[in-house]
């Protein structure tokens, strides 16, 4: 049983335009967020988190949007560049706790 | 301020062997993570340590095993490979482990045959 979902596999965006990122999750027990983006032959890098009391943080290009009535979460990459071509896993605990739940991710293609 | 490493990078082993993974944290963080990647089933939560303690642990079964050491180095110990254990192994720190995000190494690619 998948708590967290990204139902899309892949996404392709053109340079320069908004890139979203989608991710639902099942258990409302889920109080602490992360996003991550990886590249081939490389650890997932932290890219941005969001605490259930927020429903917005942003960090220059990056912002995640948290509704947590919908159980959803998105990331928002403005403007996109080529360099953003990686694979994107958001992550999500309860109670603070380190014990993450990971999602399949969603492949990411900037096109330039 | 050196990144998590993880030794080695990758390993080949027979079934039934047993195998260890080493993992050594950023400076300063005393949380130490656990995760299995496999293609088919993604990031897996393994286990946890804080303070050479087993904090948190994911559904595996016996056969997978760690320890953290009092300079929050941490091992992982699969006994009685299987085939299915053939994954990328991820080793992430953080500084206390609560509220906060996980660093993570290159990880250790191993391959069972």
């Known amino acids: 049983d998948q708590q967290v979902k990204q139902n899309s596999p892949s996404l392709s965006v053109q340079e320069g335009r908004i890139s979203i990122l989608n991710c639902d999750y099942t258990n409302s027990m889920f109080d602490y967020f992360l996003w991550y983006k990886k590249y081939p032959a490389e650890g997932p890098t932290f890219l941005i988190s969001i605490s259930s009391i927020k429903d917005k943080n942003e960090d220059g290009r990056f912002t995640v949007f948290l509704n947590k009535s919908a159980k959803h979460l998105s990331l928002h990459i403005v403007p996109s560049q080529p360099g953003d071509s990686a694979v994107y896993f958001c992550?999500?605990?309860?109670?603070?706790?380190?014990?993450?739940?990971f999602g399949p991710g969603t492949r990411l293609s900037v096109l330039p | 301020k050196a990144g998590v490493t993880q030794t080695p990078r990758y390993l080949i082993k027979t079934r039934g062997q047993q195998v260890t993974l080493s993992c050594s944290p950023i400076?300063?963080?005393?949380?130490v993570s656990w995760y299995q990647q496999t293609p088919g089933q993604g990031l897996q939560f393994l286990f946890e340590y804080f303070s050479e303690t087993q904090r948190n642990k994911g559904n595996f079964p016996g056969r997978f095993s760690g320890r953290q050491f009092s300079n929050s180095r941490s091992e992982m110990n699969v006994s009685t490979l299987e085939l299915g254990d053939s994954a990328l192994y991820l080793c992430?720190?953080?500084?206390?482990?609560?509220?906060?995000?996980?660093?993570f190494g290159p990880g250790t690619r191993l391959t069972v045959t």
């Open positions: 992430a720190s953080s500084v206390s482990g609560q509220g906060e995000e996980q660093y």
């Open positions: 992550a999500a605990t309860f109670n603070y706790g380190q014990n993450f739940v």
């Open positions: 400076s300063g963080h005393r949380s």
